[in-house]
């Protein structure tokens, strides 16, 4: 069975690295990366993955975010191009995590009447007082119990499918439709998503100033589409993003608070991960 993820990554220098090693170590054979115009070292390091024979780089200069159109070209490259058996659509703070065994585990048990796995994503928080010198995953130890965003909606879960060379992944990646063959969704929920959209203000921000812009300049999606984005870049634009993340941020009465009635959790699985590749 062959593996590959699919990553739209832009301006991901603190976070890309952990993210690729990360998921090889839990069976990913191959990455089709595509990377819209980044402008820090995500192209250095993405460098270093395609010399290793690990990794298929397209360079989208296009800034629009087009997402659907640049994942389903990937995900149908991984099939046609990378033989790939399994497609797991991808974004540079998102970590797959194996509720059992690893990625390569779960996608190798699946019975052959299933074609697409939906994976829910839980939000790690930024913490008050964190150092944001040090790695993200040092910084973020507490979980929601319940992810919502910023317009107060639950997060949608993300997708993997069968690898067809007529998939369509949607905008966000949430779903994925087929032209020839009907979707039919694993329920079991074997894998999580762990999240880490809020690593620092000065990351938070450019995300959002960026994506938000590129979103205004698309005119093919509907308005309704990248609302959280698009109201985020509304906040940016009335210079009410920092409270927003400041109000994100928790303190220690808010943890202890949160863990005490349920709305928090401690959880230091990719922190403990990553301690032991030190």
């Not at 007082?129 to 965003?149: A, D, H, L, M, Y």
């Amino acid at each position: 069975m062959k593996l590959v993820m699919t990553l739209l990554v832009r301006n991901e220098e603190d976070i890309i690295e952990a993210n690729l090693d990360f998921h090889l170590s839990q069976g990913v054979d191959f990455f089709v990366i595509t990377d819209n115009a980044s402008g820090d070292k995500t192209p250095d390091i993405l460098r270093k993955y395609v010399l290793a024979g690990k990794a298929h780089v397209i360079n989208e200069p296009q800034d629009d975010y087009s997402q659907d159109l640049w994942v389903t070209r990937m995900a149908r490259m991984a099939a046609v191009e990378y033989g790939a058996d399994w497609v797991i659509n991808n974004d540079a703070d998102e970590f797959w995590w194996p509720k059992a065994g690893s990625l390569r585990d779960v996608f190798s048990s699946i019975g052959d009447e299933f074609n697409v796995v939906e994976a829910h994503r839980y939000n790690f928080p930024p913490l008050k007082g964190s150092n944001n010198n040090t790695p993200f995953w040092q910084r973020s130890c507490i979980r929601e119990v319940v992810s919502k965003n910023a317009v107060g909606n639950i997060l949608p879960p993300k997708t993997a499918h069968r690898a067809f060379s007529d998939a369509s992944v949607a905008q966000g990646n949430h779903s994925v439709s087929f032209a020839q063959t009907s979707v039919k969704i694993l329920n079991s929920n074997p894998i999580v998503i762990f999240h880490y959209p809020m690593r620092s203000y000065e990351q938070f921000e450019s995300k959002i100033k960026l994506g938000g812009a590129a979103y205004e300049r698309n005119t093919r999606l509907s308005p309704q589409v990248g609302i959280t984005w698009r109201s985020l870049y509304e906040d940016y634009k009335q210079n009410r993003l920092v409270g927003y993340y400041s109000k994100e941020e928790l303190t220690d009465d808010q943890i202890i608070s949160g863990i005490d009635n349920g709305i928090y959790v401690r959880d230091i699985r990719l922190c403990e991960y990553f301690t032991t590749q030190i």
